[in-house]
Every structure is written in structure tokens, then in C-alpha cells.
């Protein structure tokens, strides 16, 4: 699969949501650093994480193996599966909330912003 990221840290500089429709191509066009914006290449049965530090990126993390949600990211394009989940709640999942340690990719295409850790509701459920 194909994931095209997005550091959250972009989003809060420049007063972006998540909502917006045009977040990827705004981001596209910004002239960002390979760290905040660009793409990786997920090979199967490889999580959303593993992936990333393939590619040389450093994401937030701490237990891989779902329990944390230190890795979470927000889904904004494309699916994963996880094959568990304990801690995001129902409405985090609907927002497209994912645990990217345990994600793997199930659409050709994503699209994935990371390090959300200051996105509303999640500080509360980091350990
Ligand atoms: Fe803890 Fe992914 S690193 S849930």
C-alpha cells in the first residue's frame, strides 16, 4: 500500500483541521520537510509503523502492541485493520483513529496523519 503522512504538528502551526477536505493537497503544496509530509511504501503483513521507520521516520511510540496509543494516528483516506483494540473508544474509532503499531493496511491507498497525540480525547488515554 501506499501511505501519503502528515505530521499533526503541521495542522496545529497552520490552523488546520482534520476535516478539511483539501488537507493533503494544502500539504502537497507547502513545501514541507520529508519528516512532516511525504509518502512510504507499506509492504504486506507490515504495520503503518514499522513502515514509516523503514523509511527512516521517527513516529511517536511506546508499547507496540496496542496498548498506548502513544503511536495513534487518524486515518483520513483508505483503511487499515487492527487485529485488536482495548483502548480507543467507538467515537475515536468513527473519527478514523487508529493505533498505527498494530495497523495494517487493507486499501492500495492512504492517507495518514501522525502524531496526534494533541488531538482532543486521546491525552487522556496515553498510560
Ligand atoms: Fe502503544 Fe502502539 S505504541 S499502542
Not at 483541521?17 to 511525504?38: N, Q, T
Not at 512510504?40 to 521507520?53: I, Q
Not at 495513534?72 to 493505533?99: C, F, Y
Request: charged share 25%; hydrophobic share 40%.
Amino acid at each position: 500500500a501506499r501511505v501519503e503522512f502528515l505530521d499533526y504538528d503541521v495542522l496545529t502551526d497552520r490552523g488546520w483541521s482534520l476535516a478539511d477536505d483539501d488537507l493533503f493537497e494544502k500539504a502537497a503544496e507547502s513545501g514541507l520537510d520529508g519528516d512532516a509530509y511525504g509518502e512510504v511504501v507499506v509492504e504486506p503483513r507490515t504495520n503503518l509503523l514499522k513502515a514509516a521507520e523503514d523509511a527512516g521516520h521517527s513516529w511517536p511510540f511506546a508499547c507496540r502492541g496496542g496498548a498506548c496509543a502513544n503511536c495513534a494516528v487518524a486515518v483520513v483516506e483508505g483503511d487499515v485493520k487492527m487485529p485488536s483494540n482495548h483502548i480507543l473508544s467507538e467515537e475515536m474509532l468513527e473519527q478514523g483513529v487508529r493505533l498505527s503499531c498494530i495497523s495494517l493496511p487493507v486499501t492500495d491507498d492512504l492517507q495518514v496523519v501522525y502524531n496526534i497525540e494533541h488531538l482532543p480525547g486521546l491525552d487522556e488515554l496515553r498510560l
